[in-house]
């Protein structure tokens, strides 16, 4: 796989050349600082957007007939948020051209750029049907986060655990803005991709020829580049330390840790944080699942994710409420256990089996390969090849050197109120 970073004019262009795919991906990624009314609205953007319609394509379905007709080409918008950034992407997955006799890129292009630079507007509005039905739809989807026990409990988690960052704040909470948003705030935010957001286009396929840069370049000819962005991912949290309950109508609890490392070094998040939370509790046989679950029957599941910008590992489990104590008590135990070399010894095996599985899986997926190259441009420098080398080179001692550097800081459960007896 060969990497070349070109910059332009207005736009900076990835080039990433693997023969492993018979499609071209390409993905343009605006991106710009966190701002709460601007990620809402970009997130109600990107609804109305995929109904809209444009001059040439009013209807939704006209743009399908048209993509499918293509050879099945794919195109959609997303809205994502990286720390204290925000991104509005573009993609769209071709066949590549070589298996065809037909010039495909100029006519996949032809109905990206009608979808997005000439949308069906008037009096500097998208259709009115459209937009109140999404806002709708939006605002609806919303609301229903207190349906979802894990999702609710989740977000009161991040509050706490996250406190005064991008990553504490949640839709829920900001449902009274989204409710303000008009259709004329929704197209002043359209206008502002073509102005003031840093442009990233990664194209990632097999000897892709010169013509798609020309329609590429082309498409992008009347947009500007704006460095108001985060130049860097990593992200300092003072998490909320202590104890913190909350009553749901649910007979089974969620319970949240929030652990927090400090003094890493880059090597070590590269190796020794990712096999310490795969040993604690992203692999099969986990201690926390042995030591919570298979030995102590105390939940349902449990599980631990790390979060590389943030620093921090987050371990999640479904319990009675009866056993939130000795659930606690034992996570704990194993939390020390980490410390001990022995017993990080047994399982480092497993773990790097079970990372070196992942990093083979990274390459059938064009989305964690370009994700990877996007999140480089921030100072990252993910190398997935070195960090395969760095695990496999990792010791127990390195390990346990990370477990040292860890500690729980924010507790939260959502209780269930319901008696599961009944």
Same mark, same amino acid.
């Given at each position: 796989?060969?990497?070349?970073?070109?910059e332009k004019k207005?736009?900076?262009?990835h080039v990433?050349d693997t023969?492993r795919?018979?499609?071209v991906?390409?993905?343009?990624?605006?991106t710009?600082?966190?701002d709460?009314e601007s990620f809402?609205?970009?997130?109600?953007?990107n609804r109305?957007?995929?109904y809209?319609?444009?001059k040439k394509y009013?209807? $939704?379905s006209?743009i399908?007939?048209?993509?499918?007709?293509?050879y099945g080409t794919s195109f959609?918008?997303?809205v994502h948020s990286?720390?204290?950034?925000?991104v509005?992407e573009?993609e769209?997955?071709?066949l *590549?051209?070589?298996f065809?006799?037909?010039?495909?890129?100029?006519d996949?292009?032809?109905?990206i750029?009608d979808?997005?630079?000439?949308?069906?507007?008037?009096k500097?509005?998208?259709? #009115?049907?459209?937009f109140e039905?999404e806002?709708?739809n939006y605002?609806e989807s919303?609301?229903?986060?207190k349906?979802?026990?894990?999702?609710?409990?989740s977000l009161?988690?991040r509050?706490?655990?996250?406190k005064?960052?991008?990553?504490s704040e949640s839709?829920?909470?900001?449902?009274d803005y989204?409710?303000?948003i008009? *259709?004329? #705030?929704?197209?002043k935010?359209y206008?502002?991709?073509?102005?003031?957001?840093?442009i990233?286009?990664?194209?990632?396929g097999?000897?892709v020829?010169?013509?798609?840069f020309?329609?590429?370049?082309?498409y992008l000819?009347?947009?500007?580049?704006?460095s108001?962005y985060?130049h860097s991912?990593?992200?300092k949290?003072?998490?909320s330390?202590?104890e913190y309950?909350e009553?749901y109508n649910?007979?089974q609890?969620i319970?949240?840790?929030?652990?927090n490392?400090k003094?890493?070094?880059?090597?070590?998040?590269?190796?020794?944080?990712?096999l310490?939370?795969?040993?604690l509790?992203s692999?099969?046989?986990?201690?926390?699942?042995v030591?919570?679950r298979?030995?102590?029957?105390l939940?349902?599941?449990?599980?631990?994710?790390?979060?590389?910008?943030?620093? #921090?590992v987050?371990?999640?489990s479904?319990?009675?409420?009866k056993?939130?104590?000795?659930?606690l008590?034992?996570?704990?135990?194993?939390?020390?256990?980490m410390k001990?070399e022995?017993v990080?010894?047994?399982a480092?095996k497993? $773990?790097?089996?079970?990372?070196?599985?992942?990093?083979? $899986?990274?390459y059938e997926?064009?989305s964690?390969?370009?994700n990877?190259?996007?999140?480089?441009?921030?100072?990252n420098n993910?190398d997935?090849e070195k960090r395969?080398?760095?695990?496999?080179k990792a010791?127990a001692? #390195?390990v346990?050197?990370?477990a040292?550097?860890?500690?729980?800081s924010?507790?939260?459960?959502?209780?269930g109120s319901?008696?599961e007896e *009944?």
């Amino acid at each position: 796989m060969d990497y070349n970073k070109i910059e332009k004019k207005n736009y900076t262009l990835h080039v990433i050349d693997t023969n492993r795919f018979k499609t071209v991906k390409v993905s343009i990624r605006f991106t710009k600082k966190y701002d709460t009314e601007s990620f809402y609205r970009l997130h109600l953007l990107n609804r109305v957007m995929a109904y809209n319609g444009s001059k040439k394509y009013p209807k $939704a379905s006209d743009i399908s007939k048209r993509l499918e007709y293509l050879y099945g080409t794919s195109f959609g918008t997303k809205v994502h948020s990286y720390t204290n950034n925000m991104v509005f992407e573009v993609e769209t997955s071709i066949l *590549n051209p070589r298996f065809v006799k037909e010039d495909l890129y100029k006519d996949v292009f032809e109905v990206i750029s009608d979808v997005t630079l000439n949308p069906t507007v008037k009096k500097n509005k998208f259709n #009115d049907e459209i937009f109140e039905r999404e806002k709708k739809n939006y605002v609806e989807s919303i609301m229903n986060v207190k349906d979802s026990p894990d999702d609710y409990a989740s977000l009161l988690f991040r509050e706490k655990f996250y406190k005064d960052t991008s990553l504490s704040e949640s839709a829920y909470r900001n449902i009274d803005y989204i409710k303000s948003i008009t *259709n004329e #705030d929704i197209y002043k935010e359209y206008k502002k991709l073509f102005t003031d957001y840093k442009i990233d286009v990664f194209v990632l396929g097999d000897k892709v020829s010169e013509d798609l840069f020309e329609v590429i370049d082309k498409y992008l000819s009347h947009f500007k580049q704006n460095s108001n962005y985060e130049h860097s991912l990593m992200l300092k949290i003072k998490p909320s330390k202590g104890e913190y309950k909350e009553s749901y109508n649910t007979s089974q609890s969620i319970l949240f840790v929030g652990l927090n490392a400090k003094g890493l070094t880059d090597e070590e998040f590269d190796s020794s944080f990712v096999l310490y939370n795969t040993i604690l509790g992203s692999m099969n046989n986990s201690l926390l699942f042995v030591n919570v679950r298979e030995k102590h029957s105390l939940c349902y599941y449990i599980s631990s994710s790390a979060k590389m910008y943030t620093s #921090d590992v987050i371990i999640v489990s479904g319990i009675n409420k009866k056993s939130y104590k000795k659930a606690l008590d034992l996570i704990n135990k194993t939390l020390e256990s980490m410390k001990d070399e022995k017993v990080v010894k047994k399982a480092l095996k497993n $773990a790097k089996k079970t990372i070196n599985l992942s990093l083979n $899986a990274y390459y059938e997926s064009t989305s964690r390969i370009i994700n990877t190259y996007y999140v480089n441009q921030f100072g990252n420098n993910i190398d997935i090849e070195k960090r395969r080398e760095s695990v496999n080179k990792a010791t127990a001692e #390195d390990v346990v050197n990370v477990a040292k550097k860890i500690s729980a800081s924010t507790i939260f459960m959502l209780e269930g109120s319901i008696n599961e007896e *009944n």
